[in-house]
């Protein structure tokens, strides 16, 4: 593999760089391609680079739009309640000059965001693609399998902890925990100075989700070490939603499946954006005086 630093640094020298308002500060947009708006919502402890995979795809054919979450990634905190993160996205979304309806994708925290940006302003959300979401549904606890770093100053021990964290909450296969996964999450954890923890486990998701009847796509690696267990109840309420939602299951994959799936998520997504297009473009712009009767 290449180098990860230069791998990295290279997608972002491809993006355009925003910011937009919050209550404490500002959020940090990255921008990349052209066409049809995606909104992509990382998960916690995450930054932009949770979609290191899949963003050159998507930017083919779509303006891909992702910023680092309130209290993640350089982005200020920006409230306690999930009512406020989606707030936060939502009024950048407009600062960005999005207008009308967008792609909406959020994986794992972001897939709870992404619920209540739909549930706040259903109107603007053109589909909705939750990515490893445990966020409706029992999950598996796995906290006390995970180890701190904050306390481990050798940079050697402190890489093999986030490797550990890797293996034990995001990724299934040993051969997807390499050099970009660890560079990615040891940056990622690094410059998150918030715990959502609390706002997601009073979130209600389902909630959200039962008050709209728009387009839902789910995927998740079948090995998602915090809903394998629980896949099919997951995936019976969204077989059961009018119209009904799509699940993707994607084997021998885990949480972060667009990572340690990427082709297979990637295919998921650009055909269902393409699919959308087609049926139902978006009105082209209008000059004032003009209709498109």
């Known amino acids: 593999m290449d180098d990860p630093a230069r791998l990295i640094a290279d997608l972002d020298a491809q993006a355009s760089h925003a910011t937009t308002r919050t209550l404490n500060g500002s959020l940090v947009w990255r921008v990349w391609g052209d066409g049809e708006p995606v909104v992509l919502l990382h998960g916690g402890h995450g930054s932009w680079k949770h979609w290191i995979g899949n963003i050159p795809q998507l930017a083919n054919r779509y303006r891909v739009y ?22 936060a996205i939502a009024a950048g979304v407009d600062e960005l000059g999005i207008s009308g ?8 925290l972001g897939s709870m965001i992404a619920a209540y940006v739909l549930d706040a302003h259903p109107d603007r959300v053109r589909h909705l693609f939750l990515i490893g979401t445990s ?19 050798d940079p050697l021990a402190r890489r093999a902890i986030h490797a550990n964290n890797l ?19 040891a940056d990622n954890v690094e ?14 998701m389902k909630c959200c989700l039962d ?16 809903v394998r267990r629980y896949l099919d109840e997951r995936i019976d309420y969204l077989s059961r939603r009018r119209p009904p939602g799509r699940s993707v299951v994607i084997p021998d994959a885990g949480h972060w499946v667009q990572y340690e799936a990427a082709a297979a998520v990637n295919a998921v997504l650009l055909e269902t954006l393409d699919a959308s297009v087609a049926t139902s473009p ?12």
């Open 191 to 204: 410059n998150t100075i918030v715990n959502n923890r609390n706002a997601a486990l009073a979130a209600d």
């Open 167 to 185: 293996s034990v909450l995001m990724l299934h296969n040993p051969e997807a925990i390499d050099p970009l996964s660890i560079a990615i999450q």
């Open 211 to 226: 008050r709209h009847a728009g387009a839902i796509t789910a995927i998740w690696g079948r090995e998602d070490a915090l």
């Open 282 to 293: 978006s009105p082209l712009p209008v000059a004032e005086g003009e209709t498109n009767a």
């Open 101 to 108: 309806r967008y792609f909406l994708a959020g994986f794992s």
């Open 135 to 153: 966020g409706f549904g029992r999950v598996n606890m796995l906290t006390h399998s995970l180890k701190r770093w904050q306390e481990v100053p």
């Open 66 to 87: 992702v910023p680092n979450l309130p209290g993640m990634g350089g982005s200020a905190p920006a409230g306690d309640t999930m009512e406020d993160l989606a707030a």
